[in-house]
Structure formats: C-alpha cells, structure tokens
C-alpha cells in the first residue's frame, strides 16, 4: 500500500497534478474577479428597482440561480457552437462560473443592501445627497462589510465548482487524477487523497478567512 | 424544444423521477445526519465537537464531485460494488449534511439562551432541553435555509451524469447526442430543473421576509 502511494506521488505525476491545481486556480481566480463586478452591478439593479428593468434583470437572474452549473456548462461548451461561437475550453469554463456565480453574488449583494438600516438612506438624502451618492458613499460601503463573510463563502463554492467542468475535458485536478489512475489502479486511492487534499488546503485556508472576517465585523 | 418533450417525454420524465428520487432520499438521510452533528458541534463534551468539527470541514471544504466519485471509483474496488445512483446519492448526502449541520447550528444558536438555562434550571438534562425546548424553536428560523439547501441539492444531484445515475442532466445529454439539437435538449433539461427549483426558491423568499 505505501508503495503504492511513493510510486503514484512521482515527480512527473506531481508535477502533472500541481500544473492542474494551476489550471483551477487560473480559472477560479478569473471567475471570481468577473462575477464579483458582474454580480455586484446586477444586485445593485436589482435593488434600485428601475421600472421593467429590473423586473426582467431579476427574474433572469433566478432563472439562473436555479439551474445546475453543469447544465451551463453544457450551454456555453456544446451550445454556443451550434449558434456559431466555438469557446476554448479554459474560457468555456470561465464564462459558464462567471454567468453562473455572478447571479449567485448579485443575491447576496441585493439582501446585504437591503439589511442596511433604511435610516442610513434617508439620512444621506437628508443631507443633501443625491439617491446614487447615498447608495455609493454611505449605503454600499456598509453592505459590503455584512455580505464580506457570504461572499468569500461563495467563492469557496466556486473553487469547488470548478471540479465539474471536468465534464466539458478541463484539465483541472480531478480531471488530471483520472487520467494518472487510468494508467494505474493502484494508484487511485493516492490519487484521491491528493486531490481532495489539495482541495481542502484551498478551501480550508478561505474558509478561515471567512471566519476571521465574520469575527472583525461582529 | 416543444418537439424534444414530444419525442423524448418518457425519457425525460425518468430522469426527472430519478432526479427527485434522488434528492429526496438525500435530503432526509442528510437531515438526520446534519441535526445529529450539529448537535454534536452544541454538546457540552469537547471530543463529541471535535468529532463534529472535522466532518463537517472535511465535507464542506470537499467537492461535491471528489465525494461522489470517491464512492463510484473507489468502493467497488475494495469495499461493496454500488451503482452511480447509490454512489450519487451517498456523495449528495454527505456533502449536504455539513451544510444542514451548519445551519441548524446557527439556528440553534439564534434561540435566547435563556431558553437552555430555564430548561435545565426546571430540572432537565442537556439533551432533553435540546430535543424539547431548543430544536422546536430552532427549526422554526431554519426553515427557508434548509429550504435553499433543498435547492441546492437538486441542483447538484446533476452530478449523478458524472457516474452514471440516469437522472435528468444525464438524460439530456443522451438526447442531446442522439439529436443533434443541444440547445433545444438543454432547454429542455433547463425548464424541468426550473420546474423543481423556482417555486421552492420563491416560497422560501416569502418565508424569509414574513419571518424577518
């Protein structure tokens, strides 16, 4: 069994993996940035309530919301090309997370807005400001530091989401590991101990951020 | 996509029943399982919440995916042969009870701890309180979160496709490559999820904002 394990960890095999662990970081990274602008932008519509405008924002956002990742998945890798567009695979994936995490983050910034105190609002207009000065200068920067620890909890849902694009052949990890123990049986429970280790080290290491946010905020 | 529900009905509506099968089966095994941890993680015994501590991060901080297959690739191999259905619906169940155990215990915690001190103060154990005065009131705030999980686990038992579990996401793309109209089979497989999925999300809206 422990040779098992020293043979399945080679260099080669290692480095395979690692270079895996690249590629799901390289597209969790992008996905978070693009889908912390895009769900921001679109829960901050949601909130303000533009007449029709934000209705039909917010109903395609739970549209979304509601279906699975892989089903996105499927649309931007196998559905985009039957309208003409054949995606890559890395900005395949990248676009199905950011479509689908944006909508996930545009819920959470609404709520968080909506938990500020409504005084906060007619205080800042009371003051002379503007609607969208109060929403950006006093609203907003509250909001943002409630929603911070269910915001970091999302990503860590991304960066484990990221394990399904396996489904459209992203090399990631778990993609990766298939292929080293295809060759080898043995190697298939070194190889899960791997991958779900590498996993829980990144999450792990967000998660407690998470917490340590919650803590400083309370 | 209206000829795709014509011409596969049948096979869709398999799916459909497999899928909701499935979640189902997993939303009561990882009830049980999240409450009885979570109220491992609220015992006063330090072993019992470290023992809850590190299921509930092994499993929470995990994909989803890693679970499942682990049970699909790994257990017939050494321990008991099982369907991608079976190995499905173990991986859904475990993954979801770190989250349910999550959120009971932070409505177990939103209840006055009052309530836990005049319950043992009138003479009952710690776990009589639990059952009798704390869990009743704590199930009451725990309802839409556990309502949003229940959407979660919907929408992730489209894992199943990985192994093989013939659930909804798995019977589209057999009709999808067997018809060569992937939007449309998409679609399709899209409007049943929504079906599940949107009448939940927006009742456990309402319950949200009634409770508040």
């Known amino acids: ?218 | 996509m209206i000829h795709i529900f014509a011409n596969y009905g049948g096979t869709l509506l398999y799916g459909l029943g497999q899928t909701l099968l499935c979640s189902v089966l997993a939303l009561i095994f990882s009830l049980i399982l999240g409450t009885l941890f979570a109220l491992l993680e609220e015992s006063p015994s330090k072993f019992a919440r470290g023992v809850a501590r590190v299921y509930i991060e092994i499993f929470r901080n995990i994909p989803l995916l890693v679970i499942t297959m682990f049970f699909y690739v790994v257990f017939p191999l050494y321990v008991v042969k099982m369907n991608g259905f079976t190995a499905g619906t173990i991986g859904l169940t475990l993954y979801t009870s770190a989250f349910i155990a999550e959120t009971v215990r932070a409505g177990i915690q939103s209840v006055d701890p009052g309530q836990m001190e005049g319950a043992r103060a009138n003479g009952l154990s710690f776990w009589q309180a639990m059952r009798y005065i704390i869990l009743p009131q704590a199930f009451r705030y725990v309802i839409p979160p556990l309502g949003n999980q229940f959407v979660n686990l919907v929408k992730n038992s489209s894992t199943l496709a990985f192994v093989g579990g013939f659930d909804l996401m798995y019977q589209g793309n057999v009709i999808a490559s067997s018809s060569l109209e992937t939007i449309a089979a998409y679609s399709a497989v899209g409007v049943l999820y929504l079906v599940i999925t949107m009448p939940i999300s927006y009742y456990m809206r309402y319950l949200e904002k009634r409770l508040a």
């Open chain 1, 1 to 218: 069994m422990l040779q098992n394990f020293i043979d399945a960890y080679s260099p080669d095999n290692l480095r395979y993996l690692f270079g895996g662990l690249g590629i799901t970081i390289l597209v969790s990274v992008v996905s978070i940035i693009g889908s912390f602008i895009i769900g921001s932008i679109l829960g901050i519509i949601r909130y303000v309530k533009i007449k029709y405008f934000s209705a039909i924002v917010g109903f395609i956002i739970d549209i979304i919301r509601n279906l699975p990742l892989i089903l996105i998945l499927f649309f931007t890798y196998f559905g985009l090309p039957n309208l003409g567009v054949k995606p890559e695979i890395i900005p395949a994936a990248i676009l199905a997370m950011t479509i689908f995490e944006s909508t996930m983050l545009a819920e959470i910034v609404r709520s968080g807005i909506q938990a500020v105190d409504p005084g906060q609002m007619e205080g800042a207009r009371a003051n002379g400001l503007t609607y969208w000065q109060g929403l950006w200068h006093i609203v907003l920067p509250q909001a943002m530091v409630k929603m911070i620890p269910a915001i970091v909890s999302q990503f860590i849902s991304l960066v484990k989401d990221t394990s399904l694009a396996t489904i459209i052949l992203l090399p990631e990890m778990l993609y990766r590991s298939q292929i080293i123990y295809g060759q080898n049986t043995n190697y298939i429970i070194p190889m899960f101990v791997a991958i779900a280790l590498m996993y829980f080290v990144v999450c792990y290491c967000l998660s407690v951020l998470a917490r340590y946010l919650e803590k400083r905020q309370a």
